[in-house]
């Protein structure tokens, strides 16, 4: 490959991972996007014949000013200014790529690839960007090598003017070559990244970070799962069944060492009155009341050596509802670090259990929740501002779901018994679970679901549970959350999808409290989304982006207080503290040591001489090169020297070289005059520049035989 299409291609590579982070964040719409990569490949195939027309640079030049000026007028008349902006800085590469001429164009290019890169910090937090950042550590070397190169090649052929034609023909010339660079330039080159990558780790590790501050600007539309707003139309979720988008992830603390798979039930928020069609909450059940503070109890504070604890990782969603896992007794959530001062993060609490985080940042949420290991605790209890009346209400209309209802419970003596008794004929009937949604018209949705139809999704039961409850006199609310779950093994976590969002009912019993049922038949969970091919595969993405998430994206002050803390910790155990201690744990400490100690000759030693055996072969091969350079530059000096003797010679013949004039035409010259040694000066002149310019490298003594040459000539003189 050329040097020239080389550096086109480096710097088209650079160019497109810039305007690829550009794009990732969201702002630009799609058309603006297809406009971009329509520039960027056109101008790929615009080369110097075009931009040697003498109106070309005047009217990017013009459009350059033209585009700015409407970006302008679109952003004072209230445009998406951010959008705006990020639609000029694309343009502004686009246009620099259509007028790529010299080394300093190109290196416009990779100034604005790295201001790209720059910008989508603050535009997109997500894996795509880890991946981007890796593409410019490699290409970032080679660009700046290469540019270099061609400034230098720019620079060794002056020229009067831009059109001088000598000038530009040469360089044409050299840029042309194949010779200038090869694969090992690449790969050396390409090695540099792994400084770049170290120094830039240890920066990222090192200084402080204090919060997103005037970067957090930008505000995320989280993702839209239905179910947890202040509304829920009867089916207005479980169409989404079939969306595979994780949105939950939860890990057990400590995390399993193996593949533990268990489904999990993360409730959201409740919704006690209901009109027929829709669920909300009434006035009495919407009083929030909100606190600042660490550690939130739902029943009571955590008991850490008896509570299990799992880590709840919230994707940014439109609804910053806080899920609970089933058996929740408190919550932990970490403060926010801004300007270096740790916040404490505020939630609300309304009646019927729906907490939400009310200093949303776009970044999701992450909290601890512990969970009772005592079954006597596995019910919600009864908050004291709840209105059983709340919980009673029947819209009418609905007559015959009460007949059926009483058909069902017979002469069961408890509420519990009730409870069981619906419950079973909506799991085990003539029922059955379908995502498509039966016809209702004007007719009550239930009624159509209990007596025609026969068919629905999560909605259609839990309603139907709860009203036919009610109808008895037993208080029931409709919750929504999410259901089910898949281990991943590679983040030791279970991830729950938009298509595990599921809905159920909380019975109210006295004695216990809020009891959870679950009418729902298990036919759900073969119409959950399904597992495909390439699943392993999205598994280990989404591990991946969830270490990026926790590590990279919310890595702040307060992590790196930890990591100082362990760091600090390791110090203090490596040294230990043996003056502390009895002799008999010194003595097996001592003891432990030795092992350790053994065990770390036994792998170390083998692994040193391994070491040490590369590293003398790396220097055997790395000076082989060197010699021969050496060796090299002696028979080069040797060379000069012959020629320069024979120049001696022939000047004292009377036949000295112009500086104008070549070896070789020197040396046909003489031969043309009649020059008596013409044949020893065209032997030696010709085999110089074959051994010096050429592939042919002197041989044996044959350097000997061209100095007698030299020495016929001289003695003629």
Not at 10 to 22: D, I, K, M, P, T
Not at 152 to 158: F, L, V
Not at 678 to 695: F, I, M, N
């Amino acid at each position: 490959m050329s040097f020239s299409l080389l550096h086109k291609c480096v710097a088209y590579l650079l160019s497109g991972l810039g305007l690829l982070a550009l794009s990732l964040g969201g702002e630009l719409p799609g058309f603006s996007i297809a406009l971009m990569a329509a520039g960027y490949v056109t101008s790929f195939f615009v080369e110097e014949r075009i931009h040697a027309r003498p109106r070309y640079a005047p009217a990017w030049t013009t459009a350059v000013v033209l585009l700015l000026g409407v970006q302008l007028m679109r952003a004072l008349l209230a445009g998406p200014t951010l959008a705006l902006a990020i639609e000029f800085a694309a343009f502004l590469q686009i246009s620099r790529l259509f007028n790529r001429r010299s080394a300093a164009d190109y290196q416009q290019i990779a100034v604005l690839a790295f201001l790209h890169l720059i910008a989508a910090t603050v535009l997109s937090t997500n894996l795509s960007y880890a991946a981007i950042f890796a593409g410019f550590l490699i290409a970032t070397p080679w660009m700046l090598a290469l540019s270099h190169l061609r400034r230098e090649i720019e620079g060794n052929y002056p020229a009067q003017n831009d059109a001088d034609p000598s000038a530009r023909t040469a360089i044409r010339r050299v840029l042309a070559s194949k010779r200038v660079v090869g694969p090992g330039f690449l790969v050396g080159t390409a090695l540099l990244s792994v400084p770049l990558f170290a120094m830039t780790l240890a920066i990222f590790v090192i200084v402080p970070r204090v919060g997103q501050g005037f970067l957090s600007f930008r505000r995320d539309a989280g993702q839209r799962v239905a179910g947890f707003g202040n509304q829920v139309e009867l089916g207005g979720f479980g169409l989404i069944r079939d969306d595979p988008t994780v949105v939950v992830r939860v890990m057990p603390i400590p995390a399993p060492t193996g593949p533990v798979h268990r489904a999990l039930r993360l409730r959201g928020t409740s919704f006690d009155h209901y009109d027929g069609r829709r669920w909300t909450r009434s006035e009495s059940t919407v009083r929030e009341s909100r606190q600042a503070r660490s550690v939130y109890p739902i029943r009571r504070m955590p008991d850490h050596e008896h509570d299990h604890e799992y880590r709840v990782m919230l994707e940014h969603l439109d609804e910053p509802v806080v899920f609970l896992p089933a058996g929740t007794v408190a919550i932990s959530v970490p403060p926010r670090v801004s300007g270096g001062i740790n916040i404490l993060r505020e939630l609300s609490y309304a009646p019927g259990l729906d907490i939400r985080y009310e200093d949303a940042d776009g970044m999701g949420l992450i909290y601890s929740a512990f969970v009772s290991g005592d079954r006597a605790e596995a019910d919600l209890a009864a908050m004291p501002t709840e209105h059983r009346g709340d919980y009673l209400q029947v819209p009418p209309g609905h007559e015959r779901v009460a007949e059926l209802a009483q058909q069902i419970v017979g002469d069961a003596p408890s509420e519990i018994e009730k409870a069981e008794r619906v419950e079973r004929f909506l799991r085990q009937g003539d029922l059955r679970y379908s995502l498509l949604q039966p016809e209702v018209g004007e007719r009550l949705p239930l009624e159509v679901f209990l007596f025609d139809a026969k068919r629905g999704h999560c909605e259609y039961f839990s309603s139907a549970m709860s009203i036919m409850l009610r109808t008895l006199g037993i208080a029931t609310r409709n919750v929504a959350g999410f259901a089910g779950g898949r281990y991943n093994a590679y983040g030791r976590y279970y991830a729950l999808r938009q298509g595990d969002a599921h809905s159920w009912v909380e019975v109210y019993i006295r004695g216990r409290g809020w009891v959870t049922f679950d009418p729902t038949p298990s036919a759900r969970t073969s119409a959950g989304p399904q597992e495909r091919v390439w699943s392993e595969l999205m598994a280990m993405i989404d591990a991946l982006r969830t270490r990026w998430t926790t590590s990279v994206v919310g890595y702040d002050l307060r992590s790196q207080v930890g990591m100082m803390q362990r760091i600090a910790r390791w110090f203090s155990e490596l040294r230990g503290n043996r003056g502390r201690v009895d002799q008999a744990t010194s003595e097996r400490d001592d003891a432990a040591r030795s092992g350790d100690f053994k065990t770390t000759a036994r792998y170390a030693l083998p692994a040193l001489c391994a070491g040490l055996l590369l590293w003398v072969a790396w220097r055997n091969r790395r000076g082989r090169p060197k010699q021969r350079l050496r060796t090299a530059g002696r028979r080069q000096a040797q060379l000069i020297a012959m020629y320069t003797e024979l120049e001696r010679a022939l000047a004292k013949r009377g036949y000295p070289r112009p500086p104008s004039t070549t070896p070789l035409e020197h040396a046909r010259e003489l031969e043309q005059r009649g020059f008596e040694q013409s044949a020893e000066v065209q032997t030696v002149t010709t085999r110089y520049v074959e051994a010096r310019y050429g592939s042919r490298p002197l041989e044996g003594n044959e350097l000997g035989e061209l100095r007698k040459a030299i020495g016929r000539v001289r003695k003629a003189a």
